[in-house]
C-alpha cells in the first residue's frame, strides 16, 4: 500500500496556512503544521486529526533556520520523506510611510516572509534532491506586480519570493523538483483584519475595507485548492512563475499545449 503524502505547510495556526493544512487533511495527505502559537496549532491539530488522524502540528518560527532543521529531522525520523512543503507563513506589521514605520516591524515583515522562505529551501531542498521527488510552493502576495503604497515591507518581500522562486525553479530546472510562487488573493484573515481595523490600518490602507464590501475577497477554499493544483503536478509546467487564484486552470492549461511564452507569468521590465 502507498504511504500518504507528506505535506509541510508553515504558519498553519491561522489563516491561509490553516486553511491549507485542512484542505489538504481532507485530501487524504498526511499535514504537518507548523506556527510560533502553541495554543493556536492545538486547535489546529484537534482539527486536523478529524480528518486525518496521523497529521499533527509542531511549534516552529520560519525565521529561526534551526527551528527549520529540527522540524525537517523530526518528519524524515517519523515519515522518512517531504512531498510538498508550502512556504505560508507571513508578517505585515509595517504600515504607512516608509520612513515613519517602526524599523524593527519592517526588519519582520522582510525576514518572515522573504527569509523565512529562505532558510526552509535550503533545509528542504537537500531532502527533495535525495528522494527525487517534491514540490514547494511559496505564497507571494499583495505588492508583487505593481507598487503596494504604504506597505512597502511586504510588498518588497513578496516580490522578492517571487524572483526567488523563479531562480530557484531554474536552478533546479534539471531535476524533479518543482517549486511555484503562487498569490493566495485577498483573503478574510487575522492579517487583513488587522489592516482594516487597527488605526495605522485605517489611516494608510483604508481601501482595504471597501474591497470586501465589493466581494473582492475569495473563498477560504480557493487558495488551498490552488495549492492542492500546484502540488499534484496540474500544472507542473509553471514552476518558477507566478500563478494567481485568479488565473483560470483550464486557460493555464492551454497556455501549455501551445508552448507557453518565455516571460509568461514572469516578473519583468518592459521596454
Excluded: C
Excluded at 150 to 173: C, D, M
Excluded at 233 to 243: K, N, P, T, Y
Aim: glycine content about 8%; cysteine-free.
Amino acid at each position: 500500500m502507498k504511504s500518504k503524502s507528506i505535506v509541510v505547510v508553515t504558519g498553519a495556526s491561522r489563516g491561509i496556512g490553516r486553511n491549507i493544512a485542512l484542505y489538504f487533511a481532507e485530501r487524504d495527505y498526511l499535514v504537518i503544521g507548523t506556527g510560533r502559537n502553541q495554543e493556536k496549532l492545538n486547535d489546529l491539530e484537534e482539527e486536523l486529526k478529524k480528518l486525518s488522524p496521523t497529521s499533527t502540528t509542531k511549534v516552529m518560527d520560519v525565521t529561526k533556520p534551526t527551528d527549520i532543521e529540527n522540524l525537517v529531522s523530526y518528519v524524515l525520523k517519523e515519515y522518512g520523506q517531504i512531498d510538498v512543503w508550502i512556504n505560508n507563513a507571513g508578517a505585515f506589521m509595517a504600515i504607512g510611510p516608509t520612513w515613519e514605520v517602526e524599523k524593527e516591524d519592517w526588519i519582520n515583515d522582510v525576514q518572515t516572509n522573504l527569509f523565512g522562505t529562505f532558510h526552509s529551501v535550503q533545509a528542504v531542498i537537500p531532502v527533495m534532491l535525495k528522494q527525487k521527488f517534491g514540490r514547494i510552493i511559496n505564497l507571494a502576495g499583495g505588492g508583487t506586480i505593481g507598487a503596494f503604497k504604504y506597505g512597502n515591507g511586504y510588498g518588497t518581500s513578496k516580490t522578492g519570493v517571487a524572483r526567488f522562486t523563479e531562480n530557484l525553479a531554474a536552478e533546479l530546472e534539471q531535476t524533479p523538483i518543482k517549486v511555484f510562487a503562487l498569490d493566495p488573493g485577498l483573503n478574510d484573515t487575522d492579517m487583513t483584519r488587522y489592516q482594516r481595523d487597527s488605526d495605522v490600518g485605517n489611516q494608510y490602507l483604508s481601501g482595504i475595507e471597501s474591497l470586501f464590501e465589493q466581494n473582492i475577497d475569495v473563498p477560504p477554499n480557493q487558495a488551498p485548492e490552488w495549492a492542492f493544483h500546484l502540488s499534484s503536478g496540474d500544472l507542473d509546467a509553471f514552476s518558477g512563475r507566478i500563478v494567481t487564484v485568479y488565473d483560470d486552470i483550464e486557460e493555464l492549461k492551454n497556455q501549455v499545449r501551445k508552448g507557453n511564452d518565455v516571460d509568461y507569468l514572469r516578473l519583468r521590465l518592459w521596454k
